[in-house]
C-alpha cells in the first residue's frame, strides 16, 4: 500500500490565511472573489461518524485551504468531540508554523504529528512565504520549530523547492538540523490550482532532473545528521502500489463548501477542473452526507494497471502514476501523468533502493 498507509480523514478548517505565500496552491489570500469561510461542525461531526463507520482508521488530519491553526479553537472542539467517539483517536496537523506561543503549548500536548511548511533558512522562508501583510514570517516559525522539536511528538518539516533554494538543499537540512528536526520531507513546486498564483509558480518551478540530483545529496548528507529526508516523487520507494496516494482510495477530505474531496488540490466545489475529485455532500437539513458512488469507482480505478500511459514504466510499481491532484489540474484527466515528473521518479528509482522496508514517515 505504500503511501496509501497513511489512513487519514482531513479536515479543511478555512481558507483564512495569516501568510500570504507567493506560490500558494490555493490562493486563499489573493482571490479577492472568494468568500472567507470556516467549516461547519455539524458537518464535522458527520464526517467523523461517517468515517469511523467505515474505516478501521481513528487518524484525524487538520488541513485548510488556509492557516488551520487561526481556527484553534474550532480544532480544540473537534479534538474533544473526536476523543469522545473513540478515545483511541490521534490527530495530525499541517500547518505553516505561524501561530502565538500559546497555540504552540497546546499543540505541543494534543496533536500527535505536526508538519511545519518551512521552505528553509530565513532568506528563502522569508521570500517564498512572507505574512501576509509582507512581514518575515521566519523568527516566529523558527521558534515553534524549535520548540516542537524538545517535545516527544512526530515532528515534520515539509519545504517546498523552487528556483531559489533547488540548489540549497543541503543547506536546508543543516538548518533543520540546527533546530532539532529529525524528519524532512520536499516538494518541488508545481502550477497552482488557483490561477491568480499559477504564473508565478509556472515560472518558479525548479527543473526537475536537477531537482532530483540536488535531493540525492542532501539525503546522503541528511542520513549522515540522521534525519530522514524524502519527496513528493519518492513516496511509494518503499514497497509496490497500484495506488498513488490515498487520494485513489479514497480517504475522505471535508470541505468549508460541505462537500467530501479525495485530495488536498480539490478544496472546494467551486473549481470545476478538480471536480472529478469530488465525491459528497453535506445535506444540512437531514444532517447526513450524501456519496456519489459513481465518482468514487471513477476515483478508485486510477490505479497502476489501468495507467495506460504508463504500461512500459519499469517504476510503475513505486510510482502508479504520480499525484493524483497534480495530474488532473495540469492535464485534465486523473488518468494523466506528467513526463518531466515521470522522468525524474525513473532517474530517482535508479539511483535509491526500491522496496527494502516500509518508511517510518509518510509525506504529509
Known amino acids: 500500500m505504500s503511501h496509501c498507509r497513511k489512513k487519514q480523514l482531513s479536515i479543511f478548517l478555512n481558507n483564512k490565511c495569516n501568510l500570504g505565500c507567493r506560490y500558494c496552491y490555493d490562493g486563499a489570500n489573493k482571490s479577492i472573489e472568494k468568500k472567507r469561510e470556516t467549516i461547519d461542525m455539524n458537518f464535522v461531526k458527520k464526517g467523523i461518524a461517517d468515517y469511523f463507520a467505515n474505516y478501521t482508521s481513528r487518524e484525524i488530519r487538520f488541513f485548510g485551504n488556509g492557516e488551520p491553526t487561526i481556527e484553534l479553537d474550532l480544532i480544540k472542539k473537534i479534538v474533544k468531540f473526536a476523543l469522545s467517539k473513540d478515545s483511541e483517536s490521534t490527530f495530525e496537523l499541517q500547518t505553516s508554523g505561524y501561530f502565538s506561543e500559546d497555540a504552540v503549548k497546546w499543540i505541543g500536548k494534543n496533536i500527535n ?28 516559525v523558527e521558534k515553534n520549530i524549535r520548540y516542537l522539536a524538545s517535545l516527544p511528538i512526530t515532528l515534520g518539516c515539509r519545504a517546498t523547492i523552487g528556483k531559489k533554494n533547488i540548489d540549497k538543499q543541503i543547506e536546508i537540512i543543516d538548518y533543520f538540523h540546527s533546530l532539532g528536526v529529525k524528519v ?5 513546486m508545481f502550477v497552482a490550482v488557483d490561477a491568480c498564483n499559477s504564473s508565478f509558480s509556472k515560472e518558479e518551478a525548479p527543473n526537475l532532473i536537477e531537482y532530483a540530483k540536488y535531493f540525492l545529496k542532501a ?7 540522521g534525519i ?29 463548501d460541505g462537500h467530501v474531496s479525495a485530495c ?15 465525491y459528497g455532500k453535506f445535506d444540512e437539513i437531514k444532517n447526513e452526507i450524501v456519496y ?24 510503475l510499481k513505486n510510482c502508479a502514476g504520480g499525484c493524483l ?40
Open 113 to 140: 504529528i505536526v508538519w511545519v511548511s518551512c521552505d528553509g533558512f530565513r532568506e528563502i522562508q522569508n521570500y517564498y512565504r512572507p505574512t501576509i501583510n509582507g512581514d518575515d514570517s521566519s523568527a516566529v
Open 219 to 225: 539525503r546522503r548528507c541528511a542520513e549522515k545528521r
Open 264 to 278: 488536498d488540490m480539490a478544496s472546494d466545489a467551486l473549481n470545476e477542473k478538480m471536480s472529478a475529485l469530488i
Open 292 to 315: 456519489d458512488q459513481n465518482a468514487i469507482n471513477i476515483i478508485k480505478s486510477r490505479k497502476a494497471p489501468n495507467m495506460t500511459a504508463c504500461a512500459k514504466c519499469e517504476v
Open 325 to 364: 491532484g497534480e495530474a488532473l489540474n495540469e492535464t485534465g484527466s486523473i488518468f494523466g501523468v506528467k513526463p518531466e515528473t515521470c522522468k525524474a521518479i525513473r532517474y530517482l528509482a535508479k539511483k535509491m533502493p526500491l522496496n527494502a522496508g516500509k518508511y517510518s514517515y509518510l509525506h504529509p
Open 184 to 188: 524532512v520531507m520536499s516538494d518541488p
Open 228 to 256: 530522514f529526508y524524502g519527496s513528493i516523487l519518492t513516496v511509494n520507494f518503499d514497497e509496490e502500489t497500484e495506488c498513488a496516494c490515498r487520494a485513489c482510495i479514497p480517504y475522505p477530505h471535508l470541505t468549508i
